[in-house]
Every structure is written in structure tokens, then in C-alpha cells.
């Protein structure tokens, strides 16, 4: 018995809606990422078989292979108050659109009069800045390093405090972490300058760290290592 050829025709999907949705996703996607501004330095850390990730809560001095320290807050609202910190402190002037760009910042490595012309700087000349000597940390004579880390950890505390306070009130859970402080070393630098940033933390009576390394066998992705230092 033959079948009757349905009258129908072929099945068909429309994919318009499912068009119409993915292109409404990318523009979402566009208009909210923030674009992370590249590391002025390339530190290669040597390699570890931990996976943990740092917090956004974050102090960090990164150590390239020549031992010139730069400093970076992961936190842009403490990264905005330790600038305008050290801005009093070292009577060096920053105009609102310099602190504005400072707070997108990632990282930098130059004495804080010459900042603001780094700060102005395009981005592709920052990776060429002159002279870009690291953050000067000499404990004696320019203890630049000290006093950034040190009213960072004021200005991120300060940061938690409020978050934590603010989720209360609310009767929210908090789930934020303290903040943290770490060390990014390049494979290569020789252990004198990492003992010297090292002794900067101590100095301060800030004991626990992390030490950033990359995943072993050539992952990019920075990891915490399973110990903090002691």
C-alpha cells in the first residue's frame, strides 16, 4: 500500500529568531566588556603546578629579568585614593583626567615625577617610555616602593571594610577576600632583587604573600603557588 505524498511539503526551521538573538548578544558583549590595557613590562615567571588565581583585591609588584620593580592595584577605586596619596605626599600634581586614566591602569614602573607623563602617554609609547627604571625602592633615599604599597594597603583594606560593611547592612552574604599581596617575578631575575622587594614587604610587617608563577608546561594563565610566604 502506497503512502500519500504529504501535503505539507519539506520541514523547514526558521533561524531568524536564533540569528536576530546571537547578534544581540555580541553588541551586549561589546558595550559592557572593559578592555584590560596591556602590562608595560613582560615578566615571564618560572613555572608551578597550582591553578588558584588571585583575587581582584590585589597589591603586586612584578620583577622583570633587569630587577626593576613595578607596582600595580588590582582594586581601580584603591588604585585612585593610594594615587592621590602619593600625589600630596611627593607634592606632584595630577590633573582629573590623568587620575581618571591612572585608574585603568594595570601597572607601572617609573618615579612618580615622571607619572604624569606617563600617564599621558599613549599606550604603544608607554611600552617604549623613557626612562622607565622601575619604581625607585631605595629605603634610605627614595623609598617610593614602601609608600605605595603601604597606603595600597591602607586604601584596599579600607576598600573591604566598606564592601563588607555595606553587604551587611544589607543582610547580603559577603564574599569578598582581604586583601592580598603578592610578588611576580621573572624566571630570570637574579634572587637580590626579589630579596630586596622581599625586605620592603618584611620591613612593613607584612609577612604573607603570594608568589605568582605560571602553569607548567607553558601556560600563560599567572598562578598561585599552594604556600603563601611566611
Not at 90 to 105: C, D, I, L, Q, R
Request: net charge positive; aromatic share 10%.
Amino acid at each position: 500500500m502506497s503512502k500519500k505524498p504529504s501535503k505539507g511539503g519539506a520541514p523547514s526551521l526558521d533561524m531568524t529568531p536564533m540569528v536576530d538573538l546571537a547578534f544581540l548578544l555580541v553588541t551586549f558583549f561589546m558595550l559592557t566588556a572593559s578592555f584590560r590595557m596591556a602590562e608595560p613590562v613582560v615578566v615571564d615567571p618560572p613555572a608551578s603546578h597550582a591553578e588558584k588565581t588571585l583575587p581582584e583585591n590585589t597589591v603586586l609588584v612584578s620583577i622583570d629579568n633587569n630587577g626593576r620593580a613595578f607596582f600595580g592595584v588590582a582594586n581601580a577605586e584603591a588604585k585612585v585614593a593610594t594615587l592621590l596619596k602619593m600625589s600630596d605626599k611627593y607634592k606632584v600634581k595630577f590633573s582629573a583626567e590623568e587620575v581618571k586614566k591612572f585608574g585603568g591602569m594595570s601597572s607601572f614602573g617609573v618615579d612618580i615625577k615622571d607619572l604624569p607623563k606617563y600617564i599621558d602617554a599613549t599606550e604603544a609609547e608607554r611600552m617604549k617610555f623613557q626612562p622607565q627604571k622601575g619604581v625607585p625602592n631605595d629605603s634610605l633615599k627614595n623609598p617610593q616602593l614602601r609608600d605605595w604599597i603601604l597606603y595600597a594597603a591602607q586604601e584596599t583594606n579600607g576598600v573591604y571594610i566598606r564592601e563588607r560593611d555595606k553587604a551587611k547592612a544589607a543582610g547580603k552574604d559577603f564574599v569578598g577576600e582581604k586583601p592580598r599581596y603578592a610578588i611576580k617575578a621573572d624566571a630570570n631575575a637574579k634572587y637580590i632583587y626579589v630579596k630586596d622587594v622581599i625586605k620592603t614587604f618584611t620591613d612593613m610587617k607584612i609577612y604573607r604573600f603570594n608568589l605568582i608563577t605560571s602553569l607548567e608546561g607553558g601556560g600563560s594563565k599567572p598562578a598561585e603557588p599552594g604556600k603563601n610566604k611566611n
